[in-house]
């Protein structure tokens, strides 16, 4: 545990999601942020980073668990409203640096990689050309989603 403690508090010191955002921040609270991934092979990508160091899902608090999954569910109640994708996929892998994130990633049967992970073979060179919505037309549906999820 205190081996576990010290890797942490050196990997701050060098880590880029604390140095910087991670992508352009469509919006944040004390806890989390929301950052747009600016691939134009993956357009309308987005990530949901946790703003410390944290592991795994199950070293949060519940409390703080369920508000982290009340941004990521949100986020992807307002891609799917705003986009029409054919698919979502979540993902968390958190391999490479020491903060919780999850992917949220529109997909469509005819994207560079479907079906298989955005991180696996592509499967086709042309792929249709998309338009991401508007980041304003976005976070006016992410924040009546987030609303919303925390009324229910
Ligand atoms: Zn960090």
Redesign the pocket.
Known sequence: MLRKKRELIV??ST?E??AASGGAVLWSNGNCRVVKVDDPVLPGFWRVIWHA?VGEMTDLPLLARNDLMAVVFALEAAIRECWQPDKINLASLGNV???LHWHVIPRWRDDRFFPEPIWGKPQRDVIPSRTAPEDGTLLAAFLRHLEQGARS
Do not use: D, G, K, Y
């Open positions: 990997a701050q880590c999601l604390c160091h640096v020491p903060h």
